[in-house]
Nanobody
Framework: QVQLVESGGGLVQPGGSLTLSCAASVSSFRLAAMGWYRQAPGKQRELVAT???????SYVPSVKGRFTISRDNAKNTVYLQMSSLKPEDTAVYYC???????????WGQGTQVTVAS
């Protein structure tokens, strides 16, 4: 069974930066388009960014120009570099297959990102 382990979250001031990592336990990960999602308190989980197997990326408007998704297939890992962070970016961040992939992996525990002064 695939396991996704997110890490790299923390407390950061507005305008700061963080890089999140998502490590997958199986090599079939290399075949999947992947995405980063986030869930703020009291809100539904939302898609933030996606990356195809070949490296094509997409972003929701609220993070475009501030976040960068990337992947290292050799390490079965997806990254999310976040800069110019805003308080509204505060959420638990998760990775999983892209919404375009018909099957989702089991959700990991996520990593908390808190943007506050």
């Amino acid at each position: 069974q695939v396991q996704l382990v997110e890490s790299g979250g923390g407390l950061v001031q507005p305008g700061g930066s963080l890089t999140l990592s998502c490590a997958a336990s199986v090599s079939s990960f290399r075949l999947a388009a992947m995405g980063w999602y986030r869930q703020a308190p009291g809100k539904q989980r939302e898609l933030v960014a996606t990356i195809t197997r070949g490296g094509t990326t997409s972003y929701v408007p609220s993070v475009k120009g501030r976040f960068t998704i990337s992947r290292d297939n050799a390490k079965n890992t997806v990254y999310l570099q976040m800069s110019s962070l805003k308080p509204e970016d505060t959420a638990v961040y998760y990775c999983n297959s892209s919404p375009l992939v018909p099957v989702a992996y089991p959700w990991g525990q996520g990593t908390q990102v808190t943007v506050a002064s």
